[in-house]
């Protein structure tokens, strides 16, 4: 018998949810048995706003840390909160079948039959951006905390409306209290959102191969294009960027848009490529937007 594997994981309802079926999975699948253990990250306990805490990387680094001192075997993230810059000492060794890609609108209506300054809770550049070329008579405001934090804000009557991602609605279980849930050409997504990453140490390769078997080829593929864009523009999680890749295995077709601030100029571009050069295809997608602008859209936001 093998001693369990520790999974390290952050301590909010979504990350504990989204570890706790990573593990079951992986037992599942190789009959190990894994251990969670929670930790407690600066992302979890600052109260400043997520774009004033130098971007990417927040809650992947404590993890990251454990990972490096032995505390701890694996652990779990939501891909699009791990930053693109590579970090030689850690691997992704497993990315997970992909949930719902989409942004999801939590309120008593859908967003066209809010009242014209209706405040809807989001501090996303990228949702505020997409949100105001679709209502642009709404007020948009900073919000914080946790998934639960910010729906309970609707209750409060702080708050019309908040926007999340699906897929953390439905690992928490607040599925039902989407009133709409946006189309990716209407809204793209952050890249690597809704997908999950298994990382461990680039050492242990053992470790490696074993949790091999949770990764779904498909939702890499996708994953890494959509990636691939956010490195080449240089920007990070907190960035107006949005970017999607789907595709059947054979070929893969990725959107990406830059929005201004206003939400009403853009640059929106897409192609398509083998799965085999995704990361080609969003670097070439990424440049071909830089040459339209982007990267001027981009600066204009920068603090
Ligand atoms: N930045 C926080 C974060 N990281 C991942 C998700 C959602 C789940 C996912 O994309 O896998 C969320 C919350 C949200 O954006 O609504």
Do not use: W
């Not at 791990?82 to 000492?89: M, S």
């Not at 967003?111 to 501090?123: E, M, N, Q, V, W």
């Amino acid at each position: 018998m093998s001693a369990a594997l520790r999974l390290g994981t952050r301590k909010s309802l979504m990350a504990t949810t989204q570890s706790q079926f990573v593990a079951d999975r992986l037992t599942g699948l190789t009959g190990r048995d894994v251990e969670l253990v929670g930790i407690t990250t600066f992302g979890d306990v600052t109260k400043a706003h997520l774009t004033q805490l130098g971007g990417t990387g927040v809650f992947v680094s404590e993890l990251r840390g454990k990972l490096v001192d032995g505390g701890i075997d694996f652990a779990v993230h939501s891909l699009k909160d791990l930053p693109t810059a590579v970090d030689e000492r850690i691997v992704i060794a497993a990315i997970l079948p992909r949930d719902d890609p989409r942004d999801a609108l939590v309120s008593n209506a859908k967003l066209a039959d809010l009242p014209s300054g209706s405040k809807i809770g989001t501090g996303s550049p990228r949702r505020v951006a997409q949100l105001r070329a679709l209502r642009p008579d709404l007020d948009y405001l900073p919000i914080r905390g946790n998934a639960d934090t910010r729906i309970g804000k609707i209750a409060s009557g702080e708050f019309d409306g908040v926007v999340l991602a699906a897929a953390g609605l439905e690992r928490i279980g607040r599925d039902s209290e989407i009133s709409e849930i946006f189309d990716v050409d209407a809204m793209l997504p952050a890249p690597g959102q809704g997908a999950l990453a298994v990382e461990c140490l680039a050492s242990r390769t053992d470790l490696i191969e074993l949790l091999g078997v949770l990764d779904d080829p498909r939702t890499r593929a996708a994953v890494t294009a959509e990636r691939s864009v956010l490195a080449a523009l240089e920007a990070g999680c907190a960035a107006p960027v949005g970017a999607f890749a789907s595709g059947d295995g054979h070929i893969l077709n990725l959107t990406a848009v830059v929005v201004a601030a206003d939400g009403v100029r853009s640059v929106r571009k897409s192609a398509s490529g083998p799965p085999s050069a995704a990361m080609d295809l969003g670097r070439d997608l990424a440049a071909a937007m830089i040459a339209e602008g982007a990267d001027t859209l981009m600066g204009e936001q920068s603090h």
